[in-house]
């Protein structure tokens, strides 16, 4: 029997029904028995009565209360039934026995149809909730083939780029290296020249800023090979925390941490390279930050993988530039070059980990990074 009220509300309606069944078959019997100086054919007619709780109890509680409420209705009928046996025709006799069977049959066919009704309606919600699951599931498989694909995709940029890049580095390194000996011996035959000095001067922060952007574009391009080594979580946690201090005083922001859950679990990684991700993480955490307010750093662990996610209290990210936050070259700083997170989207590849960064429901982001445990 389908039923979803609360086990309370069900076992007061199944009191109610049964009280009222016995009810209504008390009223008839005590009509029948009360007035069985009346006619035959009245008490019959009486006896089509009992059709009705029979009926409601089979379709109630399924062949077992059909069977109970005909069997009872004919262990009440019964001794008034014999009573008129001498006054009644074979035929009638015939009739009345029959009507008796018939009261008997009808109580278990109804439960009996009434149970099949109730399996089939079983049957149709569990195919329905399969379904249902089926769906949810296809749902889930699709975004994750769409998050697969966006990451092949992602991958295959960073390839094509880090080959260009690399033989394009390279060549542009060597004549800036002559620029700048150069500027600076031009800013030394003219230190008495202040116009001069100031244009040294920023040609020379210029240079600097692309031999920056060159070493970067190289660590991009060129990946270092892995040195793995087995290290705790929590003591690649602490070393780039302690560098961050600085910042985080000059800047007011206070570190919340909540990480006790992960800080002994071990991770199979390159160290050096790893804590360049956990610091691009959280200086790009800093600069959304501004000044003030508390930035969280807690531990996460899913799936086998473990790690830490990062949480600011910034503007957030704009929707249309979530998907592109990992291209190379893509950044909403002014000042910066948009490899950091392309660096830290390689160097988690090459570590079969993985990053995500979600905007937080009142403001900021969340970046969160895994690896897999060991």
């Not at 089509?48 to 509680?61: D, G, H, T």
């Amino acid at each position: 029997m389908l039923n979803n009220e609360p086990p309370a509300q069900n076992r007061a309606r199944t009191l109610f029904d049964l009280i009222a069944i016995g009810l209504v078959v008390a009223i008839l019997t005590i009509i029948h028995y009360t007035n069985y100086h009346y006619e035959v054919d009245y008490h019959i007619l009486l006896q089509f009565a009992y059709y009705l709780p029979v009926i409601y109890a089979a379709m109630r509680f399924g062949p077992a209360g059909g069977i109970i409420s005909s069997f009872v209705i004919t262990l009440l009928f019964l001794p008034l039934m014999t009573h008129f046996q001498h006054t009644m025709t074979p035929a009638a006799k015939y009739t009345q026995w029959v009507e008796v069977g018939l009261i008997n049959v009808i109580g278990w066919l109804t439960g009996f149809l009434t149970e099949e009704e109730r399996k089939a309606k079983r049957k149709y919600q569990r195919a329905l909730t399969v379904q249902k699951e089926l769906v949810e599931k296809l749902k889930r498989e699709g975004q994750e083939r769409e998050r697969l694909e966006g990451e092949i995709r992602q991958t295959e940029r960073v390839i094509a780029l880090g080959h260009m890049s690399a033989g394009l580095a390279h060549e542009i390194r060597n004549p800036l290296g002559i620029m700048k000996v150069s500027i600076q011996m031009l800013a030394q035959e003219k230190s008495d020249d202040g116009v001069v000095t100031e244009y040294c001067r920023v040609l020379l922060e210029e240079c600097e800023r692309l031999n920056r952007l060159m070493s970067e574009f190289l660590t991009f391009a060129r990946p270092k090979e892995l040195v793995r080594e087995r290290i705790p979580v929590g003591k690649l946690l602490d070393e780039e925390v302690s560098l961050i201090q600085p910042t985080l005083w000059q800047k007011n922001i206070e570190l919340e941490q909540a990480r006790n859950s992960i800080d002994r679990q071990e991770v199979e990684v390159d160290p050096d390279q790893m804590k360049q991700v956990i610091l691009n993480i959280l200086l790009n955490a800093i600069d959304a930050q501004g000044e003030g307010g508390v930035i969280h750093l807690e531990g996460v662990q899913q799936d086998g993988l473990v790690g830490f996610a990062v949480s600011d209290e910034g503007p957030g990210i704009s929707p249309d530039a979530m998907p592109y936050i990992y291209d190379p070259f893509f950044t909403t700083k002014e000042k910066g070059t948009g490899l950091g997170l392309s660096v830290v989207h390689r160097i988690l590849d090459q570590h079969g980990g993985k990053i995500s960064a979600t905007n937080r429901s009142k403001r900021g982001v969340r970046v969160e990074i895994l690896l897999p445990s060991v």
